[in-house]
């Protein structure tokens, strides 16, 4: 790896730390779950800063808007995800069909939200990125749970 990519991963692993300490007030120990998602998203932007080839002032520029975004899409899944839960326990105990189509708009409202992050994500990095930076880009997001779900499985024969 070259000097410059050793400087670029070293900023962007820097904004990564610098804004998740800024986000916490409080220094506990994050929950299992959490701890587990801020390791993928830290892999994800390891695996970005790789895969994109930022240059000098671009990688500070993109991981600036980059994380901003991404903080806005992750509220946006996790609401989702509350909603879903919510939605498949009502499905579970209740026969009220008003209460089922209520909950299931929300469900569908909470979907809508996360899809609306993840698109504004992409075009508000746009600008930020050269044509092959941004097809470079969206084609790893289109495949990264893919891969994580590849190097999970990797790990857990590893394990065995």
Request: proline share 2%; aromatic share 8%.
């Amino acid at each position: 790896m070259t000097a410059s990519k050793w400087i670029a991963l070293f900023t962007a692993l820097c904004i990564c730390v610098g804004s998740a300490v800024s986000q916490d007030d409080d220094f506990d120990v994050p929950p299992p779950r959490e701890k587990m998602m801020q390791k993928i998203e830290d892999l994800r932007k390891v695996r970005l800063l790789d895969v994109l080839n930022l240059q000098g002032d671009q990688v500070e520029k993109f991981f600036f808007a980059y994380n901003k975004l991404q903080s806005n899409v992750i509220a946006t899944r996790q609401d989702m995800m509350e909603k879903a839960k919510t939605l498949r326990n009502a499905a579970k105990s209740a026969d009220d069909t008003g209460l089922l189509t209520s909950k299931t708009d929300d469900t569908i409202a909470a979907m809508k939200t996360f899809e609306d992050a993840v698109n504004k994500r992409h075009k508000d990095l746009k600008p930020l990125l050269t044509s092959k930076q941004y097809a470079t880009y969206i084609a790893f997001e289109a495949q990264f749970q893919e891969e994580l779900t590849r190097l999970i499985v990797q790990r857990a024969r590893k394990n065995r």
